[in-house]
């Protein structure tokens, strides 16, 4: 079992900037690759970015690319999502979640992961 616990929604004006951050506890965190999804009311769960189990491959949905930076720090078992100039359409709840991670795979899809926090919700105002 991984138990993941988000932080850092809130409410930002269009153009600002998040930091949101993904405590885990349980297995070894090292063993797994991590993803952030968002939910907006009345769509489905989308994929947000990744990063391997190391670190060292990361992959970004096109509509956050240039925008949103995931990182990880396997020393104090997080990872974060620093979101920069966000806008209106970014307005979701944010979930955080665990993938096995072998062979430094960088799962984009929610049916890869097998443990998820409970979100937190960002909003993003024009």
């Known amino acids: 079992q991984v138990q993941l616990v988000e932080s850092g929604g809130g409410l930002v004006q269009a153009g600002g900037s998040l930091r949101l951050s993904c405590a885990a506890s349980?297995?070894?965190?090292?063993?797994?690759?991590m993803g952030w999804f968002r939910q907006a009311p009345g769509k489905e769960r989308e994929f947000v970015a990744a990063i391997s189990k190391s670190g060292g491959r990361t992959y970004y949905t096109d509509s956050v690319k240039g925008r949103f930076t995931i990182s990880r720090d396997n020393g104090k078992n997080t990872v974060a999502l620093q979101m920069n100039s966000l806008e209106p359409e970014d307005t979701a709840v944010y979930y955080c979640a665990a993938a096995w991670g072998g062979n430094e795979i960088v799962p984009t899809t929610r049916y890869e992961y097998a443990y998820w926090g409970q979100g937190t919700q960002v909003t993003v105002s024009s």
């Open positions: 349980g297995r070894t965190f090292s063993y797994y690759a």
